[in-house]
């Protein structure tokens, strides 16, 4: 994207909350302003190091027109759009734009804050939001570190850098844009009071943004947020079952050194290129790096567990700039939040959603949960409503695997765009207005997307989901037991017969009346050798040759008259090493099944979400499953079928 270089604008000095007044507040209710400082810098000033900009040296002029302001009455006709460049905690750059309400600006009313961000690999936006506009909000958009131009290295979310930075941008806006809006939150103590009225938005990266500045910002300021398509535990979503999702992380690479370096930044932080270069080389990362990575999530603060770090001497980044983790894992302030996500995403699955939609639903605030038929897909589709603005996704086209997953549907759920109800959302909890019919019942009901056009809503109360580390249960339960009647390849023996269908394990076939699944599976698996071991030698480490085999597991569904199987939602979830009856949380889905539709547990030796992730051990080519699968069956019947005949008629052709 283009960047506008007219009417630059660094706006310079620290930022505080103190000296607020005490009566209720609304626009222009700062009573000084201090503009000496601002100034205008050249394109061609861009090497210019942050305190040399925050302090105005070198070839800068005065601002032709300061910011908006109602105290001094300048620059009220509203409408404009320009950047701010602030220095950083860290000695860089943040870049973010400020684009104005049109219309005016209201100063007896004022203006709610909304904060905007970008995917990974992307940059702010400099036009756009123009409902958001029209509706009077101010809307910032950020330049991420090490994106665009908010220099320094990626650190994807780290507390004590994007963080700050973060903290930091908040402060600007409420100690330079006189005309936000504020007001008194009874639930916060008189210093935090009155408070700026602040939402969020942003898909991926955009969405880490708001969960990270919600949990870490002393002021409390966020009051309503939509993050979209983005993660609960980034070591759930980089390394589900301990292997390594090597084909979305060929992207993350790709994406973020791209859309870094190609704006002269520096790219993923050392740490995060050695951590990654590990995985590659041993097939399973450093533990330091899941601690890493387990640091950057939200369920940082839902777990509330401290990091114990374990022994980084196998990283030399961490042990020449080691992370010093002192931020607590303090829980979440409550808010309100629409969560969506996509129920195809392959990076970030419904699991994450539901994960973040308890932890912040126990908090105390309004939280629901929409999902829709985009996200995280490869080969990269965008949405046309993803983003209120000009976008474009800086990943797309990078990498296309063939067989990877099915193309993008729809982003909505049912009949409601997410890009309306995040909107209409916004406009709801920031500026009081009603809520549109169509968010009836999504307090205590969860809008599952099964397809594009259609939906289901599933009561909070029973929906079905596993509590971490269980099996799922419920009235929506049915289990299943399933055997694998030959052999399983694993490893090289799967990587060489990688265009073989994998094993079906029937499940069962749907009534006359068809049926819904939807929700999180489960399955209690045992994964053995062909000499019947469960488990490793007592003494072996767990990756050791002889026991680390690598399988993968998913639902898969054909219809009547068909021969091959699909993936539903084209999700799959790995299974590491020899089990006993292990409990393994499949991935969340949500599926429409016509009358006679079979369904089965597929397990591959080798799948293209995971090309490079497949088991190097050569002493297991072969593995037995077996155990029992538990399905959330919300409409309908699922007969059971015959076993052996059945088993084997069933293992026919699959479609990827």
Known sequence: MTLVTAGLLVACGTSSNDGAPESPAVAGDRTTRDDSQACERRPEDRETGPDEAAGCDGDTTPLPQPPASCIAGEAL????????????????????????????????????????????????????????????????????????????????????????????????????????????????????????VVGAIGGSYGGGFQLLLHGQDPGQRMDAMVPDITWHDLRYSLNPGNVIKTGWDLVLVAGGE???????????????????????????????????????????????????????????????????????PTAYPA???????????????????WRNYECLRERGGDVRLMTHQSGHILPLE????LQPSTYVDPLAGLLEIPGFQGPAG??????????????????????????????????????????TGTS????????????????????????????????????????AAATIPPVALPLGQTGAEGAIIGGIPTAILTVSD??????????????????????????????????????????????RGLQQQAAVELVGIAEELAAGDELALLVYG?????????????????VNVSGSVQLPLLQGSLASLDSVESMEAIESTVEF
């Not at 965008?382 to 409503?385: E, I, L, M, N, S």
């Not at 000499?531 to 009547?560: H, M």
């Not at 992730?613 to 002493?619: E, K």
Request: aromatic share 10%; proline share 9%; charged share 20%.
């Open 410 to 451: 729809a982003f909505a759920c049912g009949n409601v765009p997410i890009a309306r109800a995040t909107f209409d959302w916004l406009r709801h909890k920031l500026q009081k207005a009603p809520l549109p019919a169509y968010f009836d019942g999504s307090d205590s009901q969860v809008c599952l997307s099964t397809a």
């Open 77 to 196: 006709d509203g409408g404009r759009s320009y950047p701010v460049y602030l220095p950083s905690d860290s000695g860089e750059t943040i870049a973010f734009q400020v684009l104005e309400p049109v219309g005016g600006i209201d100063c007896s009313k004022g203006h709610p804050l909304v904060l905007h961000g970008h995917g990974f690999g992307g940059s702010r936006s400099e036009s756009g939001f123009d409902e958001y506009r029209a509706a009077g909000f101010t809307v910032l958009s950020i330049d991420q570190r090490g994106f665009g131009e908010s220099t320094g290295t990626v650190r994807v979310m780290d507390p004590e850098f994007e963080g700050r930075d973060l903290i930091r941008i908040l402060d600007w806006a409420e100690d330079n844009l006189d005309y936000l809006q504020k007001r008194h939150e009874p639930d916060l103590p008189a210093t935090l009071n009155p408070n700026l």
């Open 258 to 328: 791209s859309g870094s370096v190609s704006n002269q930044n520096s790219g993923l932080d050392p740490i995060i290129r050695e951590i990654l270069a590990q995985g590659a080389a041993l097939n399973r990362f450093p533990e330091a790096g899941l601690d890493f990575f387990y640091y950057h999530s939200p369920a940082y603060r839902c777990s509330g567990a401290p990091i114990e770090p374990a022994e980084p001497g196998d990283l030399l980044n961490y042990l020449a700039s080691p992370p010093a983790y002192d931020v607590p």
């Open 335 to 353: 808010v309100d939040v629409l969560l969506t996500q996509g129920m195809t995403d392959t990076l970030f699955n419904f699991n994450e959603a």
């Open 606 to 622: 080798f799948h293209p979400q995971y090309p490079a992730s497949w088991s190097r051990d050569a002493l297991v080519p072969l």
């Open 530 to 575: 062909l000499l019947g071991r469960t488990a490793c030698e007592e003494g072996l480490p767990a990756y050791s040759p002889g026991c680390d085999p690598i399988i993968f597991v998913g639902l898969g569904k054909r219809g009547v008259g068909e021969s091959g199987w699909s993936l539903v939602d084209d999700q799959v979830k790995p299974v």
């Open 382 to 385: 965008v949405p046309d409503a």
């Open 456 to 495: 289901v809503q599933v009561a909070v109360a029973d929906f079905p989901a596993p509590e971490p580390g269980g099996v799922l249960e419920g009235p929506f339960v049915v289990e299943r037991l399933v055997a694998s009647t030959t052999p399983v390849p694993s490893g090289y023996e799967a990587v």
